[in-house]
């Protein structure tokens, strides 16, 4: 069974910064992809970053620039390291990562952290 722990959420001041931590319990090179999602009261959630098996990054455009999402294999975990945050940033924040087996994807969910920026 695939656990993703989150961590390193909490309350910030607009223009501050958060490192959010996403903890596997096996290891990440099992993954052909990970993700930070995000959820605000109201809206659908939405996909704020991802990286490949290979390093490959992807970031929405809202947090391009600012935001960054990195992986220590050894640790199995990921990163995302958000800078000049707004409050437009508060949301719940998700892991996901993405197993694919033959054909079939395994997707996998953490449980979630709130991120809270304050005007």
């Known amino acids: 069974q695939v656990r993703l722990v989150e961590s390193g959420g909490g309350l910030v001041q607009a223009g501050g910064s958060l490192r959010l931590s996403c903890a596997a319990s096996?290891?990440?090179?099992?993954?052909?992809?990970m993700a930070w999602y995000r959820q605000a009261p109201g809206k659908q959630r939405e996909l704020v970053a991802g990286i490949s098996s290979g390093d490959t990054t992807d970031y929405a455009d809202s947090v391009k620039g600012r935001f960054t999402i990195s992986r220590d294999n050894a640790k199995n975990t990921v990163y995302l390291q958000m800078n000049s945050l707004k409050p437009e940033d508060t949301a719940v924040y998700y892991c996901?990562?993405?197993?694919?087996?033959?054909?079939?994807?395994?997707?996998?969910w953490g449980q979630g952290t709130q991120v809270t920026v304050s005007s």
């Open positions: 096996g290891s990440i090179f099992s993954f052909n992809a």
């Open positions: 996901n990562a993405k197993r694919v087996v033959v054909t079939t994807a395994y997707i996998y």
